[in-house]
């Protein structure tokens, strides 16, 4: 099966697969499927595709053309280089919405991009429609509203401001008012209603537009949330929008890891820094290419665990930043040797069940896989062109 072949950027860091310690595979088919399924649970609203933090992590240079491919037509960053970045990956007509806005020092770069800015407080409206009046031009923007999260937005007392002065919108056409949900993980959370009800209230007293609030969790809440755009981002890399909705989603991330070296621990022998974990009776053990620099965190270490051919290999004492050791007694001697590898991502152990063992969420576990990987894009249609740690023991 051919890989997708695609020059990485200075930013992507791919390193050789013949000295990168672990390889990370990316299935862009199962990314596209997603995003035609989180559209199908939006149907008759528009579907953007938010690839902030470099598309969570996974190359927003490979990943945006396959969300573009797949009917993505807007895009959301979180800051004014990301978009600028997003701008060489996507065609001329996609719209890229910037979700911080402008700083005061980086509209003129933001609007001369092409991209459109939100504005969460009247100061950074004051910053834009002073570029709108230099330029003698009409500036598209999205407005965000704080419907209770008390993060970003404009307060209700903002709103009203802007409602009884209708200058301070001068030469700002809003195209979007947005917010955001703080509790769409949790179907049943009154909070949700709530806000929905105050976007609603608030977005009258502006100038019409249309209306977003869910982003991936909240589409899985109904249509009562979808109002005119979605704006899904975790979803559409194989993150569960909540424990309801679990399974829906294609897996999209794959990592395995090389044996650096293998041994056999005697009764009383230790593992690792702090000689946390003590060895009861003879085990056999590996120390694997990937740590806590590589996004395996040092927390919940003793939930943590490594795979290979469906058999669970237990993390030992406490992570490394460049390496781990796990137990391999139960692999039977010889099917897995020194520069063999180990699963710590697979279609059966994803990002939320090893989320679940670090005490974090999926989210976290994407945006910290780190930048040491040799990274794999596949079709789907295939395993990584690497020799996988279910099908062999080296490389």
Known sequence: MELVTTAFPPSSAGWPASRAGAVLSIDLAALAANYRLVAGQAAGAVCAAVVKAD????GVAQVAPVLEQAGARQFFVAHVDEGLELRAHVSAGAGITVLHGPRPDAVKACLAGGLRPVLNSLEQIGWVRQAARATGRGVGVVLQLDTGMSRFGLSEADVAELASTPALLEGLHVELIMS????????????NAMQAACLRRMAAMLPPAPLSLAASSGIFLGPAY???LVRPGAALYGVAPNRESSGLLQPVVGLSAHVLQ????????RVGYGLTWQASEPRRVATIAAGYADGQARHGAGQQCAWFRGQRLPVLGRISMDSMTVDITDVPQGLLEADGMVDLLNPGYGVDALAEAQGTIGYEILTSLGRRYHRVYTDGACAAEHSHAGEGARA
Request: aromatic share 8%; hydrophobic share 35%.
């Open 226 to 228: 979808h109002f005119d």
């Open 262 to 269: 293998i041994r056999t621990l005697q009764p009383g022998d």
């Open 55 to 58: 598309a969570y992590g996974l």
């Open 180 to 191: 955001h949900l703080a509790c769409a993980d949790t179907p049943a959370d009154p909070a």
